[in-house]
């Protein structure tokens, strides 16, 4: 079975320039996770969805940053313009319980902003 | 402040040896999780555990949640490389709903 999918790997954009990362959930898992993280700041929750519908975003930093999720296989999480501070791996993870169940996570993209 | 600290940041030791990794906080968790990430993947669940006092074995893995249920440790017996990795604790804290992450153990084992 597929696992969580995620693109770009890598990505390396200037500062100001638009990025989109892109997730593929597991099939049938009603939850979807976008997590980013950092070595001074660890794992950290910036959204998550429930049947494709936002339940929590307090964790997205600032309005530069939105998540969308059209339908139960996609979603995406957009920073527009980028800054070398959101430099950092980003991961989506999956779940077919809830918030505090286990998470399937996607290998993550490799942010570098300059 | 970091809800979950985990200790120590960096471990490194040879082939054989054994370990205890830690997971401590001074807050309640309902229930407390232990992943592994591999260098340029996402983490991986090992084992959840939610009960006061509960251990739990994964073949050399040995995993306690306090009985407080505000900390929780991680021994492995007779490392081996294969178990080098990032080893994340994670927790949903009471009246919460979210898991929130230690920032982990990056453990090395040397051949």
């Known amino acids: 079975d597929a696992g969580v999918i995620q693109s770009p790997r890598h990505e390396v954009t200037e500062m100001g320039q638009e990025v989109t990362l892109r997730c593929k959930p597991i099939s049938g898992h009603d939850y979807l996770f976008w997590y980013r993280q950092t070595m001074m700041r660890g794992l950290e929750l910036l959204i998550y969805f429930n049947n494709n519908v936002p339940i929590d975003d307090s964790g997205m930093p600032e309005d530069r940053f939105s998540a969308k999720m059209p339908n139960a296989s996609f979603s995406t999480l957009k920073i527009q313009p980028s800054e070398p501070r959101d430099s950092a791996v980003y991961f989506c993870?999956?779940?077919?319980?809830?918030?505090?169940?286990?998470?399937?996570f996607g290998s993550g993209t490799q942010l570098s902003v300059l | 402040t970091q809800l979950l600290e985990q200790s120590p940041q960096f471990l490194s030791i040879q082939e054989g040896e054994n370990l205890t990794v830690y997971c401590n906080s001074s807050?309640?968790?309902?229930?407390l999780q232990w992943y592994r990430q591999e260098p340029g993947e996402g983490p991986v669940l090992l084992v959840t555990v939610v009960t006061g006092g509960e251990v739990k074995k994964l073949k050399r893995l040995t995993f306690q949640f306090g009985d407080a249920r505000k900390d929780s440790s991680l021994h492995i017996t007779a490392a081996q490389p294969g178990d080098t990795g990032l080893y994340l604790c994670a927790g949903v804290k009471g009246g919460s709903e979210k898991l929130v992450f230690g920032k982990g153990t990056k453990l090395t084992v040397n051949p």
């Open positions: 993870a999956s779940s077919p319980t809830g918030p505090g169940e286990k998470l399937f």
């Open positions: 807050s309640v968790f309902s229930s």
